[in-house]
């Protein structure tokens, strides 16, 4: 069974910096990942989604890294800001037909101004 | 990618009561189905999983005659909480993925809001 886990569980870092977030999983067969972002009391807004061929993806900000093979991927934020502040979870789709969201129990992050 | 709508967006029930959650696909047919639950600070749990026009296919211990699901249309999945207790006080969020398009691809899912459902 697909298991993901998000590291750190919280972070608090100054408005500026730029930071990575980890994301790793247990079965290295996905077909696809996805990154997303959650305000408190609302519901998700995808950030990026890496395809399984893919080694990386790209939006303003934000670039995620996928290493497939080793059952790991990163989000990177650059530059951070107050509005940045939320609960990020990585989540993968299983490579089976089904094509199970398997979701990580995220990383809750502030940006201090 | 899809916009997908909940309502309610939060409702207050008494015990013992049963409350229905809708999930509308707004802009595509979906042909599947999903319903997570979450608890503060944890992480979205699947409920269960249905397919237009079937049954509902339900997580291990997630009592399938307390969380009623109908997907009776492409565009509309119901989610009802039977008798409800304190303890299902909990967000949930429903998710649709359609049959797949030139633009949307068969796999991604796309969110809805979420339901905040308190249980007094």
């Known amino acids: 069974k697909q298991e993901v886990t998000q590291i750190p569980a919280a972070l608090s870092v100054p408005e500026g910096e730029n930071l990575v977030l980890n994301c790793s999983f247990t079965?290295?067969?996905?077909?696809?990942l996805q990154w997303f972002r959650q305000d408190p009391g609302k519901g998700l807004t995808s950030l990026l989604l890496i395809q399984s061929s893919q080694r990386e993806q790209t939006s303003g900000r934000l670039n995620a890294s996928l290493d497939k093979s080793s059952g790991r991927s990163t989000l990177y934020i650059a530059a951070s800001q107050p509005g940045d502040s939320a609960t990020y979870l990585c989540a993968v789709y299983s490579s089976g037909s089904a094509r199970q969201l398997t979701f990580g129990s995220g990383t809750q992050l502030t940006v201090l101004p | 990618g899809a916009v997908v709508s909940q309502h309610p967006s939060r409702v207050i029930c008494k015990s013992g009561t049963s409350v229905k959650i809708e999930c509308r696909s707004l802009?595509?047919?979906?042909?599947?189905m999903f319903w997570y639950r979450q608890f503060p600070k944890q992480s979205l749990m699947l409920m269960a999983t249905s397919n237009e026009g079937s049954k509902a296919t339900y997580e291990q211990g997630v009592e399938k005659d307390k969380f009623l699901i109908n997907h009776a249309s492409l565009t509309l999945s119901t989610l009802t909480v039977t008798s409800a207790h304190p303890e299902d006080s909990s967000f949930y969020i429903c998710s649709v993925r359609g049959p797949g398009t030139v633009q949307l691809a068969s796999y991604e899912q796309y969110f809805g809001p979420g339901t905040r459902l308190t249980v007094t």
């Open positions: 802009d595509f047919q979906a042909t599947t």
């Open positions: 079965d290295s067969a996905i077909y696809n």
